[in-house]
């Protein structure tokens, strides 16, 4: 007994390990667990059978067995499927279902791993109705909970979240009845993270945090140590970088226990991944070094050179990467055939080809690189080694890419003829995460060929697979290079780029005009939810519902493309689109928002604002004056690109009139029509939560008029409760919010906006609240927003210096909160100015007045008081205006 006890341990250990290789390899969905079910879990064989020949057939399939999970470790899955398709045959013979349902459901794993659906689903039907019809038992039931686990796999990989929690949870109730603490840890990480896929954040990480606590009580130190490194792993996929480091770091404390270098390696390997995913590349460089200086097995090795080659380009040591070129070549050449042999090729060519793009770019010929046909020749291998392997979606991935270098050095038809047979594989495994791509690639090939029409319907075809993927885009393959911005935005904004083209005289039509509108809502809503790193908003409404609400509203989509700024418009009552263009570079644009952006942070700045903000105007506003004011437009709504949104447009000026733009419309921001709640504000008495730190914290100065600014909304609203320094704490304010029906949220205290969401917070008095957790503020329910908040006012935020895509995190608050309209400072302004502009706008609000025209009203009220756009500018209203 003690001696199949140890047995049993080992193959749990086993499993553990496979948890940590999948965190690197699996494609389009990462979970947690490579679960393939190992004999050590059944009694032994020859005392259930009789006879000696079915004896020896049981044991001769129990080494089939262990033949097929060798081979799916090696990653050879065609060979895995063949070796396990004669186990499951060799049981069938003996008599032996218990071994045959759990040679099946490795068998799906396998297919799995191939691409092949049908044959995935088949193989773990038929283990279930096997396992259904067995006499129960503790054996049965072991199996019976791992094979739910890869139905849930299965179920999530396919899209198919809420059956893939069904499956899960049936197994951690099994789990729970056999007391098995290490499978049960497995099971949850990957229900956390299909909770996560759902938008049921608060769940997930619930059942997170009751996995850290389960993993301290696990006496086994190396089975802590990998079930820290998965927790971590997991943690920093789904954008929690911050409790990622602490698990990790957790984790080696752990591993250094242990005194193993390869498992203090692989802890290592995993801190450099969430220090690079916190934008700290020395930290990550750091540790990757320390992992290389342990001498870890070759794939660890190959995984640190191809990380610390990528981090050296990110952070332009070019001479450096090209140092580290031979030792990385010749240690991805000592790799046998495999998928990560064919990854790590694919992952070489790809960084090779980016240094020579950034080397052109700078201009520096002292540093050789390799040439396009030394790339072609590493991308050469890859591809017959996925085709012996006949893994096709490694085939379609170094097919593709060696498309991609043709169509770089522009060998069209090398380039079509490749691009073609990589869609084709893709298409076949139905593998729309890579399919896209290809789809993506054979319309800048088109576009590159001249043909406008046709690269336009590549580019449609690609566009509508992204959209399908949805929750799929914030994990697809980290093995291959992979960023939103550039394999993602691109594809939709060089859609819209086509799409707004016009030929001679002819005229963008309107089709297009709404084409191209309706792919930059899509495109606002990915990049939220890349912001979130999660799928977890959807459209709520149709852009027609919002256009509707208001007859005196027009909506305005500036589009930053490379060579010109575009812009749509929308008027009420119009289905025509109206669009024009300013001919200017990007980086032309973008240098001078950033000028305005530095003057308007200039309290003497204004006639510094006043030159460069009209430059603006006259990209936006100047060429449709007349047909606004014909439309009697009284609201302009801007769903603004870029860095545009770092800066007010209210401060736009026009030089003919000499006015700033809010003199002439009250105005909005949206991160999208698709988000915006089109319900007019209900109008009855204002009920406010005043909320307020003025004191010095966590490093933050004292603001001194918060208590002013309270005060005085308290004496423009009906009725209010306060929560001032220490009383506004996160549990205070949960408890209120969630107690009574504030129709007006007001926070007067220091918050900043920025791109990662990490760095994304509201101060209260006891922490940093960061903006994932803001939504726990005003849900009532997992699946129920607050319907009575009409308002959130945030009047001491800013936006974070030197990084342009700030905004995203003030976006991201406004819909993370959930509440119809936001009031944000893009900047903070400690001053009585600020407690004058929020009296008058809750004044104005109260005669019936929109909430854009309150705002304006209140600006243009402090315009009369304090000229400089710094103690007026900064506010701005987000979602809905009416």
Known sequence: MGIKRSLFEQKIKLLLRQVRATVQRHISIIILAVLFLVTAILPSTAHMVTGNLLAQASLNAENLVEQGKALYEAEKFNDAVKILQQAAAAFAGSGDKLGQAMTLSNLSLAYQQLGLWKE????????????????RSQERAGILAQTLDVQGRLHLTRGQTENALNSWQQAADI?????DRVKLVRNHINCAQALQVLGFYNRAENILDEVKQTLQNIPDASVRVEGFRSLGDVLRLLGKLRESEEILKESLKVAESLRSNQVISEVLVSLGKTAR?????????????QAAALSPPINTRIELLLNRFSLLLETQQFRAATDLLPQTQSEINKLPPSRMAVYARINLAQNLARLKKEIKNHSNKNINTPSWLDIAQLLAPAVQQAKSLQDKRAESYATGTLGSLYEQTEQLSHAFDLTEKALFTAQAIDAPD?????????GRLLKQKGDIKGAIAAYQVAFRTLQSLRSDLVAINPDIQFSFTESVEPVYRELVDLQLQSKGNLETTSQNLTQARDVIESLKLAELNNFFRSACLEPIVKLDEVLSQDENAAVIYPIILPDRLEVILTLPGQNKLRHYTTKIPRDQVESIITSLRSSLLDVAGTSQVKEQSQKIYEWLIRPAE???TNSGIKTLAFVLDGSLRNIPMAVLYDRQQQKYLVEKYAIALTPGLQLVNPKPLQRVELNALTAGVGKERFGLPPLQNVARE???IQSKVSRSKELLNQEFTQTNLQKQLQSTPFSVVHLATHGEFSSDPEKTFILTWDKLLKVKEFDKLVRTSETN??????????????????????????AGVAVQ???????????????????????????????????????????????AKENSPYYWAPYVLLGNWL
């Open 120 to 135: 995935a689903e088949g193989a773990i039907a038929q283990s279930l109705n096997l396992l259904q019809n067995l006499e």
């Open 175 to 179: 789990y729970k009845k056999l007391g």
């Open 277 to 289: 995913a916190q934008k700290n590349p020395q930290a990550a460089l750091n540790f990757f070094q």
């Open 434 to 442: 890579i399919t896209y791509q290809w789809q993506w690639q054979l």
């Open 626 to 628: 007349v047909e606004l």
């Open 710 to 712: 309270l005060k005085v």
């Open 785 to 810: 927003r607050s319907s009575n908040i009409e308002l959130l006012v945030l009047s001491a935020c800013k936006t974070a210096q030197g990084d342009k895509r700030a905004a995203l995190g003030l």
């Open 817 to 863: 909160a959930g509440v119809r309209s936001t009031l944000a400072s893009l900047w903070s302004v400690d001053d009585q100015s600020t407690a004058f502009l929020m009296s008058e706008f809750y004044r104005q609000l109260k005669t019936g007045m929109t909430k854009a025209e309150a705002l304006q009203h209140a600006q243009l009220a402090v315009v």
